[in-house]
Structure formats: structure tokens, C-alpha cells
């Protein structure tokens, strides 16, 4: 939606207002423009402003949340790529998804992505973190390159989570928020701040959440939050974390990496994972939750 600000002595502002941002472009004025742009005033009616977001997002109608079966998540933290293939070549049996960082990304570069993509569900693990134009940006390359879903933070606030949304839905991706992270120095500033994290992510439209496996009672305070939203924790094996304490907690599924990519055998390293998650959301869903 587009319209005119007028400010004093002849100077306004062109304001484009996308839903979640308004860029704002000086003008000079008397100028030859009608106060209001948009044909179809977002007023109007509910419906009226829902048109156009469906005539061009059609997707946003559907939710394309990833599709859990074993409930283990591999993070590829290798920044060497014939490893990275190999480890994800291995492990592919008995996970969900590999999630690529910064290390694996600033190694091998994007093109790693594609090559990951072709046969896993990619999880693109930028902690986006910035402006909406920037995420915005920082998603769109990520769905370019074959990611299928992407992980910001919550505490750049609504409308930088909206940004990732909004890019995410073109492509048909899933976006993950971080509540509270897993290690001890979470416990500084996103601990007091999660619960209030968890429910913006609620209000975002987005596929779930990652709350951490060092902390089950977090997951658990979390679940309540969010209710059916998927939550993935982090946090298990190399810093103390357990599958089937997280799993116990309410959590949908695990994301591990070096218990994974240094064990000697990492295929079989899986396999346990996957069979202890499974043996977890069988004794939670035998309890009444939910045991996905
Ligand atoms: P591993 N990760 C995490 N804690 O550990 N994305 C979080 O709160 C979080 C994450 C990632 O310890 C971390 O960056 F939001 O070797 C790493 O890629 O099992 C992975 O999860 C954990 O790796």
C-alpha cells in the first residue's frame, strides 16, 4: 500500500507500506498524486485485504511444516565438503534433515546447499538476526540456493521474523525461531525473555520453535506455549543434553552434531539416536502426549 505522508514546508514522505515494513522515500510537494495508491483499500473488508496477499503468495495458505519420521536432525558442523557429503551420505537412513551452518556454509560456500539438497531436506541454521530488508535477503539466498528451511532469532522482534516468513512462503520453506538457546550463557539474557519469544513465534505463522535439550523443563514450559507447533532441541550428547529427555519433554525431534559427525561409525551413531527417540515418544505418547 502506498500513500503520501505530508510534513512541513513542502517536504512529505512517499510511504510503501508491505505489511510489515514501511519504506519511506522524501518528497517535495504540491505534488500530482492522489492521497491513497492502492486500489483496494486493506480496510475495506478482511477479505479485501487478504486478496491480494493470496493472488500473489498462493502458498501462504499452506503450511509446508517439515515432515518429522525418526525425529533426529544432523548438524553438519564439518567445514570440509567431501566430508560433509560423506557424514551426510551416511546418516541419511536415519534422519529428517541436515542443518548447515555458518561453518559448513563459509567453507564450501552456498553451492554446498544444492548438493546437500539433492537428497535431504536442507535446514539452513543462519540465526538470521537482522533488519526485515536484510533478512529478507539473507532468506531469500537461502531458498535460492535449496534450502527448504531456515532458523532466525525471535529477539530482532515481529516484524524481522516476518521478513523471513514472508520470503519463506514464495519458496514454500519452513521458518524455526530460537527461544532459548542450549548453552549456559542463554541463561544471561534469552531465558528470562523465552516465554515471551515463544509466543510472538506463535503470533509469526511460522512452522515451530528450537528450544534446548540441556533443559528439558524448558521444553516443557515451551510446549505449553506453543501447542502444536513443532519444536526441535538442540543440545544433545556433546553438551550433556539426551534424546529421550528432550523427546519426554515435548519435544518433536533432535538436532545432534558431534555425537554424529565424530563418532567412528557415524550410520550406527544414528541408528541408536533414532531408536532411542523412537522408544521415547513411545513411552510419551503412552503417558498422553503428544509423541510425534
Ligand atoms: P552439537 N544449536 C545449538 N543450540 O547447539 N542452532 C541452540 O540453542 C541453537 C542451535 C546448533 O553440540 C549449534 O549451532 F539454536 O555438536 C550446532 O550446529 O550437537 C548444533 O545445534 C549442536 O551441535
Redesign the pocket.
Known sequence: MIHIEKGVKGIGYRVMETGFERHLRPISYPMPVPNTLNPLPYSLSPIASFLPKILFYPHIMTCDAMKLSSGLVL?L?VTDRSRALDVAARVAPHIDAV?V?YPLVLSCGTGIIGELAKSSYVLC?F?VADIPNTNRLIASEAFKAGAKGI?CHAFPGRDSIAAVVEEAKKHGGDVLV?T????PG?LDFMAPKAEQMARLASDSNVSGI?A?ATRPERVKALRAIVGDMLIIS??????GGTASRAISAGADAI?????LYEAPDPAEAASMFSSEIAEARNAFRDKGGKGS
Open positions: 548438524a558442523d542443518k551452518g541454521d540465526k532458523i530460537v532459548e538457546m542450549s548453552h542463554a528450537i534446548p538442540p543440545g544433545v550428547g556433546a553438551q538436532i545432534v552434531g558431534r555425537s
